[in-house]
């Protein structure tokens, strides 16, 4: 199974638009949704859950989820790529 994080910055005022709009674009799939308090307000950022059953695309040009309408967002969004970390199982290959 694949995780990615995406995040972005809503544009001032637009927070509830821009997680109604990632409610939408994650509707069916797997995932986590999460607002920012603090010094990280206006953040939203989802954890999408792919494999294992779940479906397979990661969206257009390898992003997890089309990119939110400009007038939602402060910059770009960004998105990360993860695997979930086994226990028992020898990464050291992986470690720097």
Do not use: C, K, N
């Amino acid at each position: 199974m694949t995780t990615w994080m995406w995040e972005a910055r809503a544009a001032p005022g637009r927070v509830g638009e821009l997680e109604r709009w990632v409610r939408s674009a994650v509707a069916g799939r797997v995932a986590e949704i999460y607002l920012g308090r603090g010094e990280s307000a206006g953040l939203v950022v989802v954890l999408l859950h792919i494999g294992g059953g779940v479906e397979e695309s990661s969206g257009a040009a390898g992003q997890p989820l089309p990119a939110p309408p400009d007038e939602l967002t402060a910059g770009s969004a960004h998105a990360w790529q993860f695997e979930r970390a086994d226990a028992g199982l020898d990464r050291s290959d992986r470690l720097g």
